[in-house]
């Protein structure tokens, strides 16, 4: 029976993996090895600032066992969404580590740079074409949400990375990708269903998350065959079973049975999932359904501020049976204190308060709630007043009930206050409209010699 094989080392690029899982993945004999190295779910700053989440060292760690493995069994590795959120400043610090390690371990290869940052001036020209949708529930673009952003990038599927393959490419590393497709693009050359090769690679991009007890950093294992694939782990302590599959098919998806990426939607109306033995699952009847209008999503970040914080608690009864009113009250004060500093954002976070947990469900009044005091504004300084003085307004609030004249609350840290420097939001989050999927995505190719570029 023809068969694909791919082996997927970890959640995301940089979250490790046990040697031992990826030896025995390596001992399969993966025709690919393939890695989602970035998220949104970090929210917007890494975009924005072009910084990764994940630290350089772990990230290096991790691509010292792919890259050496992977060239001595002349398989190809590709990384998706490189540095995290996939802008070129992301792609080369990506880069740089692999060049930093072919110099080490003076490994040479083919390699394929694909970026997926766009030029502002060609949205703005979509915009213009009517080629700009709104994605729900993200509101719709305006020429101004493009001359804000920082960083505007698009999410490429597999098709890009097809042309890097079939063009000789040893080590492909591409900006912001739609996460199944690293995994399925080598399937798609070899001729296999492009459902069967997407729905795999949604099961391997967060690794053994999707198996029980999960770990993002831990390998699975996909056998990719004509009319279904199978899912394994690699390590003796986790297995895949066939709720834990089909619960990491609805990851991240808003509904149960179509999932939309790049070009179209992957259909599992008749998709099944099957326990093949203790620890494996077979998966079938996925189709890929191609869009009339081939789209991209486009992500970016603007500039918002600056951001200033305070932690502290109280175990006061009174205060906290009065939190609302008392905060509401506070940003009343503040607000006519600073009139001269034009808008600012003011925020109290009270974690407890009448037994509520982070997400508001209530239980028990508690004996003690956390306060998360946040300021953003123009400049750090302004950021700084704001929540300078918020924090003292509320340290020192007299509220009905109140007896004591000492402050009413207690700080864990001195100082108090932490500046958290440069905010970056959600800019553009949107469909676009292009003729051909990789005409925003061309690849470079180089030759990496033991860490030159030639």
Same mark, same amino acid.
């Given at each position: +029976?023809?068969?694909?094989?791919?082996?997927?080392?970890?959640?995301?690029?940089?979250?490790?993996? #046990?040697?031992?899982?990826? %030896? =025995?993945?390596?001992?399969?004999?993966?025709?690919?090895?393939?890695?989602?190295?970035?998220?949104?779910?970090?929210?917007?700053?890494?975009l924005?600032?072009?910084?990764?989440?994940?630290?350089?060292?772990a990230?290096?760690?991790?691509?010292?066992?792919?890259?050496?493995?992977?060239?001595?069994?002349?398989? #190809?590795?590709?990384?998706?969404?490189?540095?995290? =959120?996939?802008?070129?400043?992301?792609?080369?610090?990506?880069? %740089?580590?692999?060049? %930093?390690i072919?110099?080490?371990?003076?490994?040479?290869?083919?390699?394929?740079?694909?970026?997926?940052?766009i030029?502002?001036?060609?949205?703005?020209?979509?915009?213009?074409?009517?080629?700009?949708?709104? /994605?729900?529930p993200?509101?719709? #673009?305006?020429?101004?949400?493009?001359?804000?952003?920082?960083?505007?990038?698009?999410?490429m599927g597999?098709?890009? +990375?097809?042309?890097?393959?079939?063009?000789? =490419?040893?080590v492909?590393?591409?900006?912001?990708? /739609?996460?199944?497709?690293?995994?399925?693009?080598?399937?798609?050359?070899?001729?296999?269903?492009?459902?069967l090769?997407?729905?795999?690679?949604?099961?391997?991009?967060?690794?053994?998350?999707?198996a029980?007890?999960?770990?993002?950093?831990?390998? +699975?294992?996909? /056998?990719?065959r004509?009319?279904?694939? %199978?899912?394994?782990?690699?390590?003796?302590?986790?297995?895949? @079973?066939a709720?834990?599959?089909a619960?990491?098919?609805?990851?991240?998806?808003?509904n149960?049975? &179509?999932? #939309?990426?790049?070009?179209?939607?992957?259909?599992?109306?008749?998709? @099944?999932?099957?326990? =093949?033995?203790?620890?494996?699952?077979?998966? &079938?009847?996925s189709?890929?359904?191609?869009?009339?209008?081939? @789209?991209?999503?486009?992500?970016a970040?603007?500039?918002?501020?600056? *951001?200033?914080?305070s932690? !502290?608690?109280?175990?006061?009864?009174?205060?906290i049976?009065?939190?609302?009113?008392?905060?509401?009250?506070?940003?009343?004060?503040?607000?006519?204190?600073?009139?001269?500093?034009?808008?600012?954002?003011?925020?109290?976070?009270?974690?407890?308060?009448?037994?509520?947990?982070?997400?508001?469900?209530?239980?028990?009044?508690?004996?003690?709630?956390?306060?998360?005091?946040? !300021?953003?504004?123009?400049t750090?300084?302004?950021?700084?007043?704001?929540?300078?003085?918020?924090?003292?307004?509320?340290?020192? /609030?007299?509220?009905?009930? *109140?007896?004591?004249?000492?402050g009413?609350?207690?700080?864990?840290?001195?100082?108090?206050?932490?500046?958290?420097?440069?905010v970056?939001?959600?800019?553009?989050y949107?469909?676009?409209?292009?003729?051909?999927?990789?005409?925003?995505f061309?690849a470079?190719?180089?030759?990496?010699?033991?860490g030159?570029?030639?």
């Open positions: +029976m023809k068969e694909h094989r791919v082996l997927s080392p970890t959640a995301i690029l940089g979250y490790g993996f #046990p040697a031992s899982s990826f %030896e =025995a993945g390596m001992a399969l004999k993966p025709h690919v090895i393939a890695v989602d190295a970035g998220s949104t779910d970090p929210g917007p700053y890494y924005g600032s072009g910084k990764s989440f994940t630290d350089r060292g990230v290096k760690r991790d691509l010292e066992f792919m890259l050496t493995a992977a060239l001595e069994a002349k398989i #190809p590795v590709i990384i998706g969404t490189a540095g995290g =959120a996939g802008a070129d400043s992301h792609l080369d610090w990506n880069v %740089e580590i692999i060049k %930093e072919a110099a080490e371990k003076s490994l040479s290869f083919k390699m394929a740079v694909i970026s997926a940052q030029d502002p001036e060609v949205v703005k020209k979509k915009l213009a074409e009517g080629k700009l949708r709104e /994605y729900f993200a509101p719709a #673009p305006t020429v101004k949400d493009i001359e804000d952003s920082v960083n505007i990038v698009a999410q597999h098709e890009p +990375m097809v042309e890097a393959l079939k063009a000789g =490419a040893e492909i590393v591409t900006g912001r990708a /739609y996460d199944p497709t690293v995994f399925a693009a080598l399937a798609v050359i070899e001729g296999f269903d492009a459902g090769a997407l729905h795999m690679g949604k099961i391997l991009e967060c690794a053994a998350i999707a029980t007890p999960g770990s993002g950093s831990d390998c +699975m294992f996909a /056998y990719l004509e009319d279904h694939f %199978e899912v394994a782990t690699l390590d003796p302590i986790r297995k895949c @079973t709720t834990s599959i619960a990491h098919t609805l990851y991240e998806k808003s149960p049975t &179509r999932l #939309p990426g790049p070009g179209g939607v992957l259909d599992l109306t008749q998709t @099944t999932f099957e326990q =093949a033995s203790e620890g494996t699952v077979i998966v &079938r009847g189709r890929f359904i191609p869009d009339d209008v081939y @789209t991209l999503k486009l992500e970040a603007r500039k918002a501020g600056y *951001r200033t914080v932690f !502290a608690a109280t175990a006061d009864p009174i205060m049976s009065k939190m609302d009113d008392i905060v509401k009250a506070v940003k009343e004060r503040v607000a006519s204190n600073f009139e001269e500093l034009g808008e600012f954002f003011l925020d109290f976070k009270v974690y407890g308060q009448t037994g509520a947990s982070f997400y508001g469900a209530a239980g028990p009044v508690p004996c003690e709630v956390a306060i998360i005091i946040e !300021a953003v504004a123009e750090t300084a302004h950021a700084d007043t704001i929540c300078a003085f918020a924090r003292s307004t509320l340290l020192h /609030y007299g509220y009905e009930g *109140r007896i004591a004249t000492a009413n609350l207690a700080f864990p840290f001195s100082p108090s206050d932490f500046s958290g420097g440069v970056y939001a959600f800019s553009l949107c469909l676009m409209e292009v003729d051909d999927p990789c005409e925003l061309p470079q190719l180089y030759q990496c010699d033991k030159a570029i030639l």
